[in-house]
């Protein structure tokens, strides 16, 4: 009977150890960087099973760990690397230990363009072309539908899916370049797997990945670039307010306070003026930018500095690898209006010759020119 009870226990312990060490980094944004940034820190976001029992280290020229946060969530880490201007590019392993137990992930630091007309901004001079991808021309009907996507396709419908792409976009450059446009301003084709209507693309599902159906990252990317041989900017659709419901981190949030009202949600009253009047209350400013667009779009606390730090470092992220002529700000009066000013800060501190533009859907130009450079 005691063999028997000693045998379960070590089966047991032998379990808890496997337990404890079945750490796997599932995820980490950026999925890589690039050298040669004025801003020298850098925030990994790393997602996986009890990463927060791990320590992570570096060893490579240029590349140190400045501070690790951990959160609430035990699957988060947060290792904020500092990199020197004499950083070399190229790969490093990641090292992550606990007690005698460790891994490693290999990260990519890239070379950052040192070309000005990679991310030179769109100026007045430009004509602009708007195109909702969805809508526009299906150039890969392969693409029109995925098992793991649960919103179909449906030309029938109104809201459903119609099967537009970046491929479609591409087969129509003459027609674009023929009508005099120097740029084109594409409403958001990051992934939206939502359960229903999502072919606007304004509820984000992965901040680092375009929609299948509307191609890849890579697709994207060379589009752009086609793009701009025929002297044609791409200005990206961008959103900092808010998530689609079916965001991956909506199954695990890194903090209590990673959404504005994330226990118990509330709408916004969409009151845009109570940035601007000095009379408004504080319960209308509240609701203004810490209520949620729509239910189906968790409203982002950009209050948060971990999130503050990833919505930046991604927009970066997105201008450096397309190489922009611009981005389009989608609801600029609804996030917190100071981090929007670092938002903006961080962006023009890289790319001086970038340029911004925001949504403020009011006709009043007291209310649209409060937003404008210089006027406060």
């Known amino acids: 009977?005691?063999?028997?009870?000693?045998?379960?226990?070590?089966?047991?312990?032998?379990?808890?150890?496997?337990?404890?060490?079945?750490?796997?980094?599932?995820?980490?944004?950026?999925?890589?960087?690039?050298?040669?940034?004025?801003?020298?820190?850098?925030?990994?976001?790393?997602?996986?099973?009890?990463?927060?029992?791990?320590?992570?280290?570096?060893?490579?020229?240029?590349?140190?760990?400045?501070?690790?946060?951990?959160?609430?969530?035990p699957n988060y880490l947060f290792v904020y690397l500092d990199i020197t201007p004499?950083?070399?590019?190229?790969?490093?392993?990641?090292?992550?230990?606990?007690?005698?137990?460790?891994?490693?992930?290999?990260?990519?630091?890239?070379?950052?363009s040192t070309d000005p007309q990679h991310t030179r901004g769109f100026t007045s001079a430009d004509a602009i072309y708007l195109i909702m991808p969805d809508r526009f021309a299906n150039g890969d009907p392969d693409n029109d539908e995925f098992y793991f996507l649960e919103d179909k396709l449906n030309r029938d419908d109104p809201y459903g899916r119609h099967g537009g792409d970046l491929k479609g976009i591409e087969e129509h450059l003459d027609y674009i370049e023929n009508m005099?446009?120097?740029?084109?301003?594409?409403?958001?084709?990051?992934?939206?797997?939502?359960p229903a209507a999502s072919y606007h693309g304004y509820a984000t599902t992965d901040y680092y990945a375009v929609d299948p159906r509307f191609g890849t990252n890579e697709q994207f990317r060379d589009l752009t670039a086609k793009m701009k041989r025929r002297g044609i900017g791409m200005i990206m659709d961008q959103i900092m307010n808010h998530i689609g419901s079916a965001h991956w981190w909506m199954d695990d949030l890194p903090t209590t306070d990673w959404l504005n009202y994330q226990d118990d949600p509330v709408m916004t009253e969409h009151r845009r003026t109570t940035n601007m009047d000095p009379h408004a209350s504080k319960f209308d400013k509240k609701v203004q930018t810490g209520g949620w667009f729509v239910e189906t779009m968790p409203d982002l606390n950009q209050r948060n500095p971990l999130l503050a730090d990833y919505?930046?470092?991604?927009?970066?992220?997105?201008?450096?690898?397309?190489?922009?002529?611009?981005?389009?700000?989608?609801?600029?009066?609804?996030?917190?209006?100071?981090?929007?000013?670092?938002?903006?800060?961080?962006?023009?501190?890289?790319?001086?010759?970038?340029?911004?533009?925001?949504?403020?859907?009011?006709?009043?130009?007291?209310?649209?020119?409060?937003?404008?450079?210089?006027?406060?």
């Open 1 to 73: 009977m005691r063999c028997t009870a000693l045998i379960l226990f070590a089966l047991l312990s032998a379990g808890f150890a496997a337990d404890a060490h079945s750490q796997e980094v599932e995820r980490i944004e950026p999925p890589f960087w690039w050298t040669g940034f004025e801003h020298r820190e850098l925030q990994l976001m790393l997602h996986g099973n009890n990463l927060s029992l791990l320590t992570p280290a570096v060893d490579h020229a240029g590349v140190s760990i400045n501070r690790i946060v951990r959160v609430e969530s």
């Open 86 to 112: 004499d950083a070399e590019p190229g790969t490093f392993d990641i090292a992550f230990s606990e007690g005698d137990y460790s891994f490693t992930r290999t990260y990519e630091l890239r070379e950052k």
């Open 180 to 194: 005099g446009f120097t740029s084109v301003w594409l409403n958001p084709v990051l992934e939206n797997a939502m």
């Open 311 to 376: 919505l930046i470092q991604n927009s970066i992220w997105w201008v450096e690898f397309l190489g922009l002529h611009g981005i389009r700000m989608d609801t600029w009066p609804y996030p917190d209006k100071h981090f929007m000013s670092e938002w903006s800060r961080r962006i023009m501190q890289e790319y001086p010759d970038f340029n911004i533009v925001g949504e403020e859907w009011s006709e009043l130009p007291a209310v649209t020119s409060y937003w404008q450079r210089g006027q406060r």
